[in-house]
């Protein structure tokens, strides 16, 4: 008979210490906690934004570690950077601190990923509705994540309708 354990890793305890707050910004995009996951690799495990993206490497061997990717690396967290290598950037986990003081820099990430997909349209038949809530209300948010516009009203810029700011 198979076991199950009821343990898990500590990159595991770590992750769920972070993931309410990663979920924060997922819902802040219109996504649901679904476009998140945790996978484990040999020695470290990967937080995954839509399963393609990563968001962060947690290792706890020899030490407790963070590692980001270099390109979504903001210059205002340079201060916390232990190694900067070409794909990955490891991050500082100081002992006095747990990992929820990152958590601002990993929202940050998250947010990274998001805003470069790719536009794969200008806007769709509701840009007045969307200009009028000033945010996408499109029910697929699948779709809603390749629009131009909603990207333009996430920056505070309104083309259209009642709260148009754009001459």
């Given at each position: 008979?198979?076991?199950m354990?009821?343990?898990?890793?500590?990159?595991?305890?770590m992750?769920?210490?972070?993931?309410?707050?990663?979920?924060?910004?997922?819902?802040?995009?219109?996504?649901?906690?679904?476009?998140?996951?945790?996978?484990?690799?040999?020695?470290?495990?990967?937080?995954?934004?839509?399963?393609?993206s990563?968001?962060?490497?947690?290792?706890?061997?020899?030490?407790?570690?963070?590692?980001?990717?270099?390109?979504?690396?903001?210059?205002?967290?340079?201060?916390?950077?232990?190694?900067?290598?070409?794909?990955?950037?490891?991050?500082?986990?100081?002992?006095?601190?747990?990992?929820?003081?990152?958590?601002?820099?990993?929202?940050?990430?998250?947010?990274?990923?998001?805003?470069?997909?790719?536009?794969?349209?200008?806007?769709?038949?509701?840009?007045?509705?969307?200009?009028?809530?000033?945010?996408?209300?499109?029910?697929?948010?699948?779709?809603?994540?390749?629009?131009?516009?909603?990207?333009?009203?996430?920056?505070?810029?309104?083309?259209?309708?009642?709260?148009?700011?754009?001459?």
């Amino acid at each position: 008979m198979d076991q199950m354990s009821i343990l898990i890793s500590q990159e595991e305890q770590m992750y769920k210490s972070i993931k309410e707050d990663l979920i924060k910004t997922l819902y802040k995009n219109g996504l649901n906690e679904s476009y998140l996951s945790l996978k484990p690799r040999k020695s470290y495990y990967s937080v995954m934004f839509n399963a393609s993206s990563v968001v962060v490497r947690i290792s706890v061997s020899p030490t407790p570690t963070l590692s980001v990717p270099t390109a979504l690396l903001l210059p205002n967290y340079s201060s916390m950077v232990a190694n900067k290598k070409s794909d990955y950037t490891k991050v500082k986990i100081w002992p006095s601190q747990n990992i929820k003081t990152y958590t601002i820099m990993l929202q940050d990430m998250l947010q990274g990923i998001i805003d470069r997909i790719p536009k794969e349209y200008d806007c769709c038949s509701r840009y007045l509705e969307c200009s009028n809530a000033r945010t996408c209300i499109h029910p697929d948010k699948e779709f809603a994540l390749k629009c131009g516009y909603k990207k333009i009203l996430r920056s505070g810029r309104i083309f259209f309708g009642e709260n148009r700011n754009i001459d």
